[in-house]
């Protein structure tokens, strides 16, 4: 399975934003669904948005579908999340995480975090009010 490195988090002042990447190594992410993912402070981990590989489809957590994309660049086998508008709730440690094998089903399923694979680190994002 592949290694996940995410990057690109923060400080950054509400309404801004941030663009956060999510790099496979040791492999690549032929046959993944991919997601994002926020644990804030004092609350549950949340599902924020998954891609398939195979076909690009995507999953956008209703919470944040008017401010947040999820984007696969192939050739260099890196998920991209790219938030906008940001705003303090936003705040959190934001995860990738990968699933092998059905891509298409795990995202039309939501890409539950339950169900990934292999986890990389977290990379922390904090909005300033």
Do not use: H
Request: charged letters at 20%; a neutral charge; aromatic letters at 10%.
């Amino acid at each position: 399975d592949v290694q996940l490195q995410a990057s690109g988090g923060g400080l950054v002042q509400a309404g801004g934003s941030v663009r956060l990447s999510c790099a496979a190594s040791g492999g690549t992410f032929d046959d993944y669904a991919i997601g994002w993912f926020r644990q804030a402070p004092g609350k549950e981990r949340e599902d924020i948005a998954c891609i398939s590989s195979s076909d690009g489809s995507t999953f956008i957590n209703y919470s944040v579908k008017d401010r947040f994309t999820i984007s696969y660049d192939n050739a260099e086998n890196t998920v991209y999340l790219q938030m906008w508008r940001l705003k303090p709730e936003d705040t959190g440690v934001y995860y990738c995480a990968a699933r092998k094998g059905r891509p298409q089903a795990v995202v039309m399923a939501g890409c539950a975090g339950r169900i990934m694979d292999t986890w990389g680190k977290g990379t922390q994002v904090t909005v300033s009010s």
